[in-house]
């Protein structure tokens, strides 16, 4: 097959150190670059960093400046890769987060067919005022009209643009590592395998970490909570986690070493997910690739990947149910970890490599619909309120959840996967 030039634009780059859309970025972006093809990954610059590779696992890495202002950061340097785009062009580009929408016309306009990879709701994130939810509907609504191919990592997020917008998405989910890591630093921390509940999580309200310190500190567990993760923008909300916790609950900060995290992922009695609105998340697949028991978020997104292998949980007070559960039935509690393990299967890196790969192709071969969705919200939607609680959303049939990839209007291709 000829090799292809693919740009990924949008995300904070490679070496992935800080959320989902990083995560895939490294994963396809790397096997994309072992199949033969030039893969350009824009990286933003941060003060101080003088770690600047030309290139990564393959990959060419250009690295740019971005605004240091949270609702200025993603925009503003995803509109400097674009501006070298420009310059550089590449058969097809890959932009991650709806937000970075109004830059769509100018990567069309210079015949670069683009795909956006649309993030779960961001606009529900308490962390953005008003005006920007605001923006992030009218993102979408963008994203929508100016994108040749959405990009959707969960039937959820899919769902969601199909009914708001009749918009259809190629869905590309994310993969589960198989991890088996040993237990030698465990020791550093002062943990034993199965001695500790566990929670990796960005302190953000919309991952429901108070919720769970809170749950966690009314049971009557006997196992610690170790809490991994830190805000980079809300002290107010940090403080208010760590009011709720009590002498069992130990904060430690960001865990960066990877072989650590993933001991504690695998070493954890269980894992307590608290995520919401972001569709499927890395942090969960991870956990279930390491094979441990899960107490999720009650959204539609966390049962899509765990079905009947999680507990789960909407308020404080579910949570000290489920764990003090978990702790009084260890085989239940065994059982649903192997369970787990035997889900993550399901969700293969070299499999959605393959659907990135064909969605560059399609891309470049114009193999898609040339009139796209208007982008305006049904008439049932246009009255939600920016500041609404997350959706429910309907669960697929069991058997539409395998990854899977469709371009739109009429080519299909489903990879096989195990079940």
Same mark, same amino acid.
């Given at each position: ?45 941060? @003060? #101080?960093?003088?770690?600047?590779? +030309?290139?990564? !696992?393959?990959?060419?890495?250009? /690295? %740019?400046?971005? =605004? $240091? ?111 088996? @890591? #040993?237990?030698?630093?465990?020791? +550093?921390?002062? !943990?034993?395998?199965?001695?500790? /509940? %566990?929670?990796? =999580? $960005? ?131 065994? =059982? ?84």
């Amino acid at each position: 097959m000829d090799a292809l030039s693919i740009a990924m634009i949008g995300t904070r780059g490679v070496p992935a150190r800080y959320g989902g859309f990083e995560t895939a970025v490294e994963e396809v972006g790397k096997r994309l670059a072992d199949r033969g093809h030039r893969v350009v990954v824009y990286c933003r610059t941060t @003060p #101080g960093d003088e770690a600047r590779p +030309e290139t990564y !696992l393959g990959m060419e890495l250009v /690295h %740019l400046p971005a =605004a $240091r202002k949270r609702s200025l950061e993603t925009l503003s340097h995803s509109a400097l890769s674009v501006g070298h785009l420009l310059r550089h062009r590449t058969d097809a580009a890959f932009v991650f987060n709806a937000a970075n929408a109004p830059l769509l016309p100018a990567v069309r306009a210079m015949g670069v067919p683009v795909a956006t990879h649309v993030d779960g709701l961001e606009w529900k994130r308490a962390k953005w005022g008003k005006a920007g939810r605001r923006y992030y509907r009218m993102a979408e609504s963008l994203a929508v009209r100016w994108s040749d191919v959405l990009i959707a990592d969960a039937q959820g997020i899919a769902d969601y643009y199909r009914s708001e917008f009749d918009a259809p998405t190629s869905l590309l989910t994310y993969g589960a590592p198989l991890i088996a @890591p #040993g237990e030698d630093r465990l020791a +550093e921390l002062g !943990l034993d395998s199965r001695g500790y /509940h %566990l929670v990796v =999580a $960005r302190f953000e309200p919309e991952n429901h970490v108070d919720v769970i310190v809170d749950g966690y500190r009314r049971s009557g567990a006997t196992l610690p909570l170790v809490v991994v993760g830190s805000a980079p923008y809300s002290d107010a909300y940090t403080a208010r986690v760590h009011e709720l916790a009590d002498d069992r609950v130990r904060f430690l900060g960001g865990v960066w070493d990877q072989t650590q995290l993933d001991q504690l992922y695998a070493h954890s009695y269980s894992y307590l997910h608290g995520h919401s609105v972001g569709g499927t998340n890395p942090s969960l697949l991870r956990a279930i690739g390491a094979g441990t028991a899960v107490i999720a978020y009650d959204v539609d997104f966390n049962r899509e990947v765990l079905r009947d292998a999680g507990r789960y949980f909407s308020s404080a007070d579910e949570v000290r149910g489920a764990v003090e559960a978990a702790e009084a039935d260890p085989v239940r509690t065994a =059982a649903a970890a192997a369970r787990s393990r035997q889900l993550a299967t399901r969700y293969d890196w070299d499999v959605v490599a393959v659907g990135y790969e064909e969605l560059a192709r399609c891309l470049a071969e114009r193999r898609f619909s040339p009139v796209r969705p208007s982008g305006r919200r049904s008439p049932a939607r246009e009255q939600s309120a920016p500041d609404e609680s997350p959706l429910q959303l309907a669960l697929p049939s069991q058997q539409d959840r395998s990854p899977q990839f469709l371009v739109r209007p009429t080519h299909a291709w489903t990879p096989k996967v195990p079940q």
